[in-house]
């Protein structure tokens, strides 16, 4: 596959919003993730729901990991297909979390996930933003306990 510069600078900006997604979480800058989504995505997250917008995607990140006193989202190199006119991707990202509560009940103060995010990003004036992210589970270990709360 030959790319133009186009395609490897929608790629770059691409994998940059990803990594700003993950490093939001991680040092607790959630008014970022604000400016990551769509006004109209959907974060589809499973057992912790699928909200819509920007800020109920935040509410919903924010009460699942604020009250943990550390994690870290590691992402994997990103397959990406594009729309036939370039504004549109579907992204595959492969990601560890790591997610660690010290006040967590009983022994095991961590809880490991292994995942895939499944995202549909759409170019808009302000760049790449993420219009819906699918997380896919696919391995766990620790102790879900610790990020319940």
Request: aromatic share 10%; proline share 4%.
């Given at each position: 596959?030959?790319?133009?510069?186009?395609?490897?600078?929608?790629?770059?900006?691409?994998?940059?919003?990803?990594?700003?997604?993950?490093?939001?979480?991680?040092?607790?800058?959630?008014?970022?993730?604000?400016?990551?989504?769509?006004?109209?995505?959907?974060?589809?997250?499973?057992?912790?729901?699928?909200?819509?917008g920007p800020a109920?995607?935040?509410?919903?990140?924010?009460?699942?990991?604020?009250?943990?006193?550390?994690?870290?989202?590691?992402?994997?190199?990103?397959?990406?297909?594009?729309?036939?006119?370039?504004?549109?991707?579907?992204?595959?990202?492969?990601?560890?979390?790591?997610?660690?509560?010290?006040?967590?009940?009983?022994?095991?103060?961590?809880?490991?996930?292994?995942?895939?995010?499944?995202?549909?990003?759409?170019?808009?004036?302000?760049?790449?933003?993420?219009?819906?992210?699918?997380?896919?589970?696919?391995?766990?270990?620790?102790?879900?306990?610790?990020?319940?709360?």
């Amino acid at each position: 596959m030959t790319l133009d510069i186009q395609q490897i600078s929608d790629r770059i900006e691409i994998d940059e919003l990803l990594a700003r997604y993950a490093r939001a979480l991680d040092y607790r800058n959630f008014d970022e993730l604000e400016g990551i989504f769509t006004p109209d995505a959907t974060f589809d997250a499973g057992g912790l729901g699928s909200p819509t917008g920007p800020a109920a995607i935040r509410a919903m990140i924010e009460g699942t990991i604020g009250h943990l006193d550390a994690t870290q989202h590691l992402v994997g190199k990103s397959v990406m297909e594009f729309s036939s006119d370039g504004d549109e991707a579907e992204v595959r990202t492969y990601l560890i979390s790591q997610h660690i509560r010290e006040s967590a009940p009983g022994p095991v103060k961590h809880y490991f996930l292994g995942g895939e995010y499944f995202d549909r990003v759409v170019r808009t004036p302000e760049g790449w933003r993420i219009a819906y992210r699918r997380l896919d589970r696919l391995w766990k270990q620790g102790d879900r306990a610790v990020i319940s709360g």
